[in-house]
């Protein structure tokens, strides 16, 4: 068994580790060595670098936002540094030897500490109650205090320096004290907002983290099947399912240069680029659509000479997403779609928009679906009203309007056979408004068709995209409320009040109260920064 406090001498030359480099170069030795990547200290260097270089005495930074006046004096003087320095670009304070033996030791000495083998081990596998018992170490040795989810809480190192960690870094942790116990067998599984494990010689599944506000703890419990089929949380049962070369690239996709709503640390931003271009290059990010996004992102903001152009790592995630995912995953479409955004290309992301809710249609709504409900509630309500305004030739393009009778097709197939209503009053004034943005002659330029069940079940992508027939575009419609909104909307006049009322139909019915304040909720949340 490996043992996982002592450090390869190998590793222990690159220390301190006083350069961007230095930290590339012992994640490329952890990942190319004989030996599997030890997840205990690489998520202690990269928290530890992470955590030094956003906290409040850290200056160096790099601007968010457009908005130069809400950036600090000292980024008027930053230059972006020569290619030949990205590697050189010095971290300060450097990481220390002493400091991450230090902390690999304590994390070992915990998990070993209250895990007794001897009553845990049954073969060369983990067990249900191991898992659980390494879950509850951690879960029991995390500070008492309130806090929400917030930046920087995903590593081991936030974990043993501030006893808190966010629900990504608690199953992160559980994967890391499984392999300190020697189980080779324990891994990740990761959604779009949830992560869980999967052990054992016949790939058991295993809940070990709380998922948004943490209420209900199912920490032991498999992940049903059943639920997980039409649930976005589990990605209908198409997770990620890493290896520890993708739970060393799941470390680094989970990383944050975020110093505040408007900063970035410079540092933390090419580090987390230089390691995913390191993990893209090794083949470590072929099935990880959320990683290939956020390297766009990184792309996007500051392109690396010689490597590809964002759009095509975008591109790359959604082709990952189809061919790998079945198309179970909606964000490579957001991230797409935010693409074409920012460059102004309002046509190509309302179309990535419609996909997004393409995939969404597979789904049932539930309370779990918090994160892709504040998305989607955003570009409904913000996104497609602004660029409805800022380019009017969209409202001249008839594949604009199929566009948007997709998106909304989407939502409303996903509101079908849910607890839960999607649709509330707020949702529905945008919607309506920019139904009647569009001329009679541009509507009439739609051959609407409802699928039928058959028709629905066997449904693909190809058979969503227009065809011109007759001089029209053809749609289909998947969805019962928007099947039934089918006259209304292809009506040369548009009645906003039966619109209203039918696209809140379902949700007058059963809405419970808690939800009609869900609008000024919203209204009232901090402004995150978007994942599109």
Same mark, same amino acid.
């Given at each position: 068994?490996?043992?996982?406090?002592?450090?390869?001498?190998?590793?222990?030359?690159?220390?301190?580790?006083?350069?961007?480099?230095?930290?590339?170069?012992?994640?490329?030795?952890?990942?190319?060595?004989?030996?599997?990547?030890?997840?205990?200290?690489?998520?202690?260097?990269?928290?530890?670098?992470?955590?030094?270089?956003?906290?409040?005495?850290?200056?160096?930074?790099?601007?968010?936002?457009?908005?130069?006046?809400?950036?600090?004096? #000292?980024?008027?003087?930053?230059? &972006?540094? @020569?290619? =030949?320095?990205?590697?050189? *670009?010095?971290?300060?304070?450097?990481?220390? +030897?002493?400091?991450?033996?230090?902390?690999?030791?304590?994390?070992?000495?915990?998990?070993?500490?209250?895990?007794?083998?001897?009553?845990?081990?049954?073969?060369?596998?983990?067990?249900?109650?191991?898992?659980?018992?390494?879950?509850?170490?951690?879960?029991?040795?995390?500070?008492?205090?309130?806090?929400?989810?917030?930046?920087?809480?995903?590593?081991?190192?936030?974990?043993?320096?501030?006893?808190?960690?966010?629900?990504?870094?608690?199953?992160?942790?559980?994967?890391?004290?499984?392999?300190?116990?020697?189980?080779?067998?324990?891994?990740?599984?990761?959604?779009?907002?949830?992560?869980?494990?999967?052990?054992?010689?016949?790939?058991?599944?295993?809940?070990?983290?709380?998922?948004?506000?943490?209420?209900?703890? #199912?920490?032991?419990?498999?992940? &049903?099947? @059943?639920? =997980?089929?039409?649930?976005? *949380?589990?990605?209908?049962?198409?997770?990620? +399912?890493?290896?520890?070369?993708?739970?060393?690239?799941?470390?680094?996709?989970?990383?944050?240069?975020?110093?505040?709503?408007?900063?970035?640390?410079?540092?933390?931003?090419?580090?987390?680029?230089?390691?995913?271009?390191?993990?893209?290059?090794?083949?470590?990010?072929?099935?990880?659509?959320?990683?290939?996004?956020?390297?766009?992102?990184?792309?996007?903001?500051?392109?690396?000479?010689?490597?590809?152009?964002?759009?095509?790592?975008?591109?790359?995630?959604?082709?990952?997403?189809?061919?790998?995912?079945?198309?179970?995953?909606?964000?490579?479409?957001?991230?797409?779609?935010?693409?074409?955004?920012?460059?102004?290309?309002?046509?190509?992301?309302?179309?990535?928009?419609?996909?997004?809710?393409?995939?969404?249609?597979?789904?049932?709504?539930?309370?779990?679906? @918090?994160?892709?409900?504040?998305?989607?509630?955003?570009?409904?309500?913000?996104?497609?009203?602004?660029?409805?305004?800022?380019?009017?030739?969209?409202?001249?393009?008839?594949?604009?309007?199929?566009?948007?009778?997709?998106?909304?097709?989407?939502?409303?197939?996903?509101?079908?056979?849910?607890?839960?209503p999607v649709l509330h009053i707020g949702w529905v004034k945008p919607i309506v408004k920019c139904f009647t943005s569009f001329d009679f002659n541009v509507r009439a330029k739609l051959d609407i068709s409802l699928a039928d069940k058959e028709e629905e079940e066997s449904a693909t992508k190809k058979e969503d995209e227009a065809k011109k027939k007759s001089?029209?575009?053809?749609?289909?419609?998947?969805?019962?409320?928007?099947?039934?909104?089918?006259?209304?909307?292809?009506?040369?006049?548009?009645?906003?009040?039966?619109?209203?009322?039918?696209?809140?139909?379902?949700?007058?019915?059963?809405?419970?109260?808690?939800?009609?304040?869900?609008?000024?909720?919203?209204?009232?949340?901090?402004?995150?920064?978007?994942?599109?």
């Open positions: 068994v490996q043992n996982w406090a002592a450090m390869r001498e190998e590793d222990k030359r690159l220390f301190p580790l006083s350069t961007i480099g230095g930290v590339v170069q012992l994640f490329r030795q952890q990942l190319t060595g004989d030996l599997e990547p030890d997840l205990t200290l690489l998520s202690i260097v990269a928290g530890c670098v992470e955590n030094s270089m956003t906290s409040s005495r850290n200056i160096t930074v790099s601007p968010v936002s457009n908005d130069i006046s809400s950036v600090s004096e #000292k980024i008027l003087d930053y230059e &972006e540094p @020569e290619v =030949a320095d990205v590697e050189n *670009l010095r971290l300060d304070p450097p990481v220390e +030897l002493h400091i991450v033996e230090a902390l690999c030791a304590k994390f070992e000495s915990v998990i070993k500490g209250y895990c007794d083998l001897s009553l845990f081990k049954e073969g060369q596998f983990a067990t249900r109650t191991l898992v659980k018992r390494v879950s509850d170490i951690i879960w029991n040795t995390l500070s008492k205090t309130q806090y929400k989810d917030r930046a920087h809480l995903q590593s081991i190192y936030s974990y043993l320096t501030g006893s808190k960690l966010d629900c990504f870094g608690v199953a992160f942790a559980v994967v890391a004290g499984c392999q300190v116990l020697g189980f080779s067998d324990v891994h990740l599984a990761i959604s779009e907002d949830h992560a869980w494990v999967v052990f054992g010689e016949d790939s058991q599944t295993a809940e070990v983290t709380w998922h948004g506000k943490g209420h209900e703890d #199912k920490r032991g419990q498999s992940v &049903e099947a @059943e639920k =997980a089929k039409d649930s976005w *949380l589990y990605v209908g049962g198409k997770p990620v +399912l890493c290896n520890r070369h993708v739970e060393v690239a799941a470390l680094v996709s989970s990383m944050s240069p975020a110093m505040s709503p408007n900063m970035d640390s410079l540092e933390v931003g090419v580090l987390q680029q230089e390691l995913l271009w390191l993990l893209y290059d090794l083949g470590h990010l072929e099935k990880y659509p959320m990683a290939l996004g956020n390297l766009g992102d990184l792309e996007e903001v500051s392109a690396t000479p010689g490597r590809p152009p964002s759009r095509d790592i975008y591109d790359e995630a959604v082709a990952v997403n189809q061919k790998i995912y079945q198309d179970y995953h909606v964000y490579p479409y957001t991230y797409s779609a935010g693409f074409h955004y920012r460059q102004r290309d309002f046509k190509g992301a309302l179309k990535s928009w419609a996909e997004a809710a393409n995939v969404i249609k597979r789904y049932k709504y539930s309370k779990d679906d @918090e994160e892709i409900y504040k998305e989607f509630m955003e570009i409904n309500n913000e996104l497609i009203p602004h660029i409805l305004k800022a380019d009017e030739n969209l409202l001249s393009d008839p594949e604009c309007f199929m566009s948007l009778l997709q998106f909304y097709d989407g939502l409303c197939s996903w509101e079908e056979d849910s607890s839960t001089g029209k575009i053809n749609v289909t419609i998947f969805s019962a409320k928007m099947g039934a909104l089918k006259d209304l909307i292809q009506a040369e006049k548009l009645n906003s009040s039966a619109l209203h009322l039918q696209l809140t139909a379902q949700s007058q019915t059963d809405v419970k109260k808690s939800r009609a304040s869900l609008e000024t909720e919203f209204a009232g949340r901090v402004k995150r920064a978007r994942r599109d």
